[in-house]
């Protein structure tokens, strides 16, 4: 039976231990490689970019190694953005795609996510055969048919081209003062030359990668600093990408932070208004504020709701057709645009909202009000099972009952990290204490 490899998001976990080791990377890489040769054809390509931590270079390697070993000619783009990896696998008419990085995770965990041909994340079909083809084997190539490896220099700068065609052709950004905050991640050099081009006043943070310090005290996940050099500038606004600029965070003039739900409200008002949002719907997940759904019900729009993770809000988009969706954690996907999350386009669609209508970011980044929410992390150890424990399902159920009609409760695993997560919703802030904190404490003693 083959080993369970595929998270919510690709491979991810500690670099260097299992499964993020050199050794799976060569064999993720090669059964990769197998699977999408499977026509028997000669000329088969595959895109690799990476973040900026220091494990890249090793995963990079020996993913290399893997899909040559199998026939695959591999492009190798350096740190770009995973949306950079989504496009350009289908621009450059790869037939895979593979972006190397833990996107908001600590600079020692590192993950491998791939993209089929038409530059969307691979399905869990997919995923589970090369899953099956990492404990089979892989048959390898003749000698004559290995592959090549070679470097693409301009893949950023195709990406950053792309990236100014979603920004209105007849607008700029002169005038405006614009923080951006890279996490001292893949989009380090991109978003901030993006901005500059098309006029704004860019002040940079988190742009000095040293393989150690991506998300550190920095972008979508630590936004303090970004905060900081907004107040401290004068600026009009902020944007805080995560390691791999699939998340963003907007900050207003006064400091305020913006979460992806917000984002999505607005532009979700603005598509409705425009006829453009197909559907008349919005894709989120469980995870979104329950003050979003009464918001777009206020519109006449609905909120459909997935499971956690940007791929299967994207995986409904398809279904449904529709264009707009993204989680409440920075994610916003247009497919009209982009395959994948965007955070650099999702900050330029804000400043298009900003030009367009000559607001301040304060009077675009706080569209509905919230329903007091919760989220509590217990991390776990390999191997425990805490939320099969009878005590803490008793404790979860009850909690269940207790919010009936005045909130709403969700308890799962993290599909990237070891943790349970416990999340509740309830206008009354101190029972909301309550309840996760009861929660949270039994959990704790079924891991301790």
């Given at each position: 039976m083959a080993e369970k490899l595929f998270g919510t998001d690709g491979v991810r976990g500690l670099a260097n231990s299992h499964p993020m080791t050199a050794e799976m990377a060569l064999k993720l890489g090669a059964a990769a490689g197998r699977f999408f040769r499977s026509d028997g054809k000669n000329d088969h390509r595959v895109v690799i970019g990476k973040d900026t931590r220091l494990s890249g270079y090793m995963l990079e390697n020996a993913l290399t190694a893997g899909l040559t070993s199998t026939g695959m000619n591999v492009?190798?783009?350096?740190?770009?953005?995973?949306?950079?990896?989504?496009?350009?696998?289908?621009?450059?008419?790869?037939?895979?795609g593979i972006m190397i990085s833990a996107s908001h995770n600590h600079f020692t965990d590192n993950g491998i996510k791939f993209f089929g041909p038409d530059g969307f994340k691979l399905s869990d079909e997919a995923e589970a055969d090369i899953e099956r083809m990492v404990d089979e084997g892989v048959e390898l190539a003749h000698p004559e048919n290995i592959g090549r490896a070679r470097r693409i220099d301009e893949g950023r700068h195709r990406y950053v081209e792309f990236i100014k065609t979603t920004f209105p052709s007849d607008h700029r950004l002169d005038g405006l003062k614009v923080v951006i905050d890279c996490a001292n991640g893949a989009a380090y050099r991109a978003a901030p030359e993006a901005l500059w081009e098309l006029g704004a006043e860019v002040i940079e943070v988190g742009v000095k990668p040293n393989g150690t310090n991506i998300n550190l005290e920095c972008g979508s996940t630590d936004t303090r600093t970004a905060v900081k050099a907004v107040l401290d500038h004068g600026a009009d606004v902020g944007i805080c990408l995560d390691g791999d600029a699939d998340r963003v965070m907007i900050i207003d003039e006064t400091g305020r932070v913006a979460d992806g739900d917000q984002i999505?409200?607005?532009?979700?008002g603005r598509f409705a208004e425009k006829g453009a949002l197909r559907g008349g719907a919005l894709v989120a997940t469980v995870m979104?504020?329950?003050?979003?759904?009464?918001?777009?019900?206020?519109?006449?729009?609905?909120?459909?709701?997935?499971?956690v993770g940007d791929r299967y809000v994207v995986e409904r988009m398809r279904e449904g057709g529709f264009n707009l969706g993204g989680e409440q954690s920075g994610h916003i996907v247009?497919?009209?645009?982009?395959?994948?999350?965007?955070?650099?386009?999702?900050?330029?669609?804000?400043?298009?909202?900003?030009?367009?209508?000559?607001?301040?970011?304060?009077?675009?980044?706080?569209?509905?009000?919230?329903?007091p929410q919760l989220l509590k992390n217990v991390r776990y150890q390999a191997g425990q099972t805490p939320l099969d424990d009878e005590n803490v399902r008793k404790v979860i159920a009850a909690s269940e009952l207790d919010l009936t009609g005045k909130g709403r409760l969700l308890i799962r695993k993290s599909g990237t990290e070891p943790l349970i997560r416990v999340m509740a919703e309830c206008e009354d802030e101190t029972f909301l204490t309550q309840v996760v904190d009861r929660i949270v404490a039994e959990v704790e003693r079924a891991t301790a």
């Open positions: 492009l190798l783009l350096g740190p770009v953005p995973t949306p950079a990896v989504g496009h350009l696998t289908h621009s450059m008419r790869a037939d895979l999505m409200a607005l532009m979700a979104s504020n329950l003050g979003l759904e009464r918001y777009l019900g206020g519109k006449g729009l609905r909120l459909e709701r997935t499971k247009m497919t009209d645009y982009a395959t994948t999350g965007d955070g650099l386009l999702a900050g330029l669609q804000f400043l298009a909202a900003m030009v367009e209508t000559g607001q301040r970011a304060s009077d675009l980044t706080q569209v509905f009000d919230t329903v």
